[in-house]
């Protein structure tokens, strides 16, 4: 139980963080896109793929996490309307016991691909439905059992490289509840 509440914790930390990076101007006056560039192939777009999933076929996954500079989605899409303050998160369907999703970054209020290599680990999100609204994401603060769009919740570590990350469902931690 103990471990439960601090996992839960760490994930509502993880997202409150997420949220103050859109919500801030982090003044830097200009964007760069460093890393991700290997063998002379400049990555311009980074996937992760998440294996293992067929009992859950037709469901929908999203997935969030960060690196020491970087606040990650992974999914189909995520945008952040910044005059109605608005977020919607576009989330991958499983097929066939798999589903790939786009990473992107949150940069300035928009999200943009994530293309650096290296390990993060990733909050991993199982839904009955698509698309998530801002209140839906924000709703996970609270108890994770009453949300009703809620299939299963994960923390999983995932190395990206070339553009890719996999992860089986078995190496994801479903410890959460």
Same mark, same amino acid.
């Given at each position: 139980? !103990?471990?439960t /509440?601090?996992?839960?914790?760490?994930? /509502?930390?993880?997202?409150?963080?997420?949220?103050?990076?859109?919500?801030?101007?982090?003044?830097?006056?200009?964007k760069?896109?460093?890393?991700?560039?290997?063998?002379?192939?400049?990555?311009?777009?980074?996937?992760?793929?998440?294996?293992?999933?067929?009992?859950?076929?037709?469901?929908?996954?999203?997935?969030?996490?960060?690196?020491?500079?970087?606040?990650?989605? @992974?999914?189909?899409?995520?945008?952040?309307?910044?005059?109605?303050?608005?977020l919607?998160?576009?989330?991958?369907?499983?097929?066939n016991?798999?589903v790939?999703?786009?990473?992107? !970054?949150?940069?300035?209020?928009?999200?943009?691909?994530?293309?650096?290599?290296?390990?993060?680990?990733?909050?991993i999100?199982?839904?009955?439905?698509?698309? /998530?609204?801002?209140?839906?994401?924000? @709703?996970?603060?609270?108890?994770p059992?009453?949300i009703?769009?809620l299939?299963?919740?994960?923390?999983?570590?995932?190395?990206?490289?070339?553009?890719?990350?996999?992860?089986?469902?078995?190496? /994801?931690d479903?410890?959460?509840?």
């Amino acid at each position: 139980m !103990k471990n439960t /509440i601090k996992i839960i914790g760490i994930v /509502i930390f993880a997202i409150i963080i997420g949220f103050s990076f859109i919500s801030c101007d982090n003044g830097s006056g200009g964007k760069s896109n460093t890393g991700g560039n290997t063998g002379g192939n400049t990555i311009t777009e980074t996937t992760l793929t998440i294996t293992g999933l067929g009992d859950y076929n037709g469901k929908w996954v999203f997935a969030w996490g960060e690196t020491s500079s970087d606040f990650l989605f @992974a999914a189909n899409s995520v945008v952040f309307d910044e005059e109605e303050e608005t977020l919607l998160i576009t989330c991958g369907q499983i097929s066939n016991g798999s589903v790939t999703l786009k990473v992107l !970054k949150e940069d300035d209020g928009s999200f943009i691909p994530f293309t650096r290599a290296g390990k993060v680990e990733m909050a991993i999100l199982v839904s009955s439905q698509d698309p /998530i609204t801002e209140e839906e994401y924000y @709703a996970l603060e609270g108890n994770p059992e009453e949300i009703s769009w809620l299939e299963a919740v994960g923390l999983g570590e995932v190395t990206f490289s070339a553009g890719k990350g996999t992860i089986a469902f078995e190496a /994801i931690d479903m410890e959460l509840w």
